[in-house]
């Protein structure tokens, strides 16, 4: 999978991939719906660091929308921050990923 580590837990039912740079795990997003579909679960979507912490609220809906289009087709996702909620994000954040995945939920 190049740079990217990747680690399939078939036994468990998931896909787990870590990596501090978004631009990669992009690329690989539509591979993970690939391999998972109608097989494993994939929790994430949304890197809560860059995301949550970085970003404006505008830019974490887009992210919302982007894990929704390319991982929810077929379901088998649950989008999530793909590492912690720290105690430092601001609500306003987290109240645009929630209404944002209220609005587009329906795939």
């Known amino acids: 999978m190049g740079d990217i580590p990747f ?9 787990l991939a870590e990596e501090d740079r978004p631009e990669l795990i992009e690329a690989f997003l539509p591979h993970f719906k690939r391999v998972a579909a109608g097989k494993f679960c994939l929790l994430g979507g949304v890197n809560a660091q860059v995301t949550l912490i970085e970003s404006t609220e505008e830019e974490i809906r887009a992210e919302v929308r982007r894990a929704c289009r390319i991982l929810g087709p077929g379901g ?15 609500k306003a954040h987290l109240e645009a990923l929630i209404d944002e995945w209220r609005r587009v939920r329906e795939y």
């Open 7 to 15: 680690w399939l837990l078939g036994a468990h039912g998931l896909i």
């Open 76 to 90: 088998g996702f649950i989008l999530a921050p793909i590492d912690n909620i720290y105690e430092y994000t601001l």
